[in-house]
């Protein structure tokens, strides 16, 4: 939940000059454009031919309290920040981590939950980062996952994917040791996919996940970080996260 979008290497480092799409103007169209990548369950992913998933969820709940429409963007997860600076959605509510590298290229909301990254290995297999010295590991590629794997002391190799279930399967047919990811998708995962059976390492980070929209959109910016926090007050986003986690994901 909370991958890292290296724009720099794409040569990306000059932002778009035109004006995001302010507030005033997705009112007056009734309709805002949320980007997300539909890879990630239980978060956003597409079942029968519909978008579900707890960030799914949250955007239709955020939308009808701002009396708006949603319209979906299925965008590659690496591109998701190219396309906010296009212009080509409003917000990427795609579970990103805060992090000051993205700072530097988009701008946050406030947080709407917190997760954290895991170690996840077939059970009696070492969970501790020193167990990974010399061994393989997967992770999803551009995300913090990936970049967390590539610090660990002596690792032998990390194995990038396209998707979660593949990094998780990595893990699991011996191709990978361990995989590192996030908590709540790890559980899901898990329980999805029970055999051969996996662990889950203690949190090694906590993660803030928010909303990204282009820098300097600060009307909208604004209006969402209030309607997060009477998300957070009034106990709609703690349903969803015990409907999806069967517990709560408040930030400490």
């Known amino acids: 939940m909370k991958r890292i979008f290296i724009l720099i290497t794409l040569g990306l480092g000059l932002l778009s000059l035109a004006l995001a799409r302010p507030l005033s103007a997705i009112e007056a169209n009734k309709t805002?454009?949320?980007?997300?990548?539909?890879?990630?369950?239980?978060?956003?992913?597409?079942?029968?031919?519909?978008?579900?998933?707890f960030e799914i969820?949250?955007?239709v709940a955020l939308a009808k309290r701002l009396g708006l429409k949603v319209e979906w963007r299925n965008v590659a997860f690496d591109s998701l920040f190219g396309k906010l600076n296009d212009d080509k959605?409003?917000?990427?509510?795609?579970?990103?981590?805060?992090?000051?590298?993205?700072?530097k290229f988009v701008d946050f909301t406030v947080p709407h939950y917190c997760?954290?990254?895991?170690?996840?290995?077939?059970?009696?297999?070492?969970?501790e980062v020193s167990s990974l010295k010399g061994k393989v590991v997967s992770a999803t590629r551009a995300s913090t996952f990936a970049e967390f794997a590539r610090k660990i002391p002596g690792v032998k190799k990390v194995i990038t994917?396209?998707?979660?279930?593949?990094?998780?399967?990595t893990m699991q047919?011996?191709?990978a040791d361990a995989y590192i990811t996030d908590r709540l998708g790890a559980l899901a995962l898990a329980k999805t996919y029970p055999k051969p059976a996996v662990n889950l390492s203690l949190l090694q980070t906590q993660d803030r996940i928010a909303m990204a929209l282009k820098k300097g959109n600060t009307e909208l910016i604004t209006k969402l970080n209030e309607t997060v926090e009477a998300m957070k007050k009034d106990g709609t986003i703690e349903r969803l996260a015990y409907r999806y986690f069967n517990g709560r994901v408040d930030c400490l």
């Open 115 to 127: 997760t954290g990254i895991v170690i996840v290995a077939l059970t009696g297999k070492g969970l």
């Open 161 to 169: 994917t396209a998707s979660e279930l593949e990094a998780f399967k």
């Open 89 to 103: 959605i409003d917000v990427a509510l795609a579970s990103h981590t805060i992090t000051t590298a993205r700072e």
């Open 57 to 59: 969820d949250f955007g």
């Open 32 to 53: 805002i454009i949320f980007g997300n990548s539909r890879d990630y369950a239980p978060f956003y992913s597409m079942e029968k031919g519909k978008l579900v998933g």
């Open 173 to 175: 047919s011996g191709k």
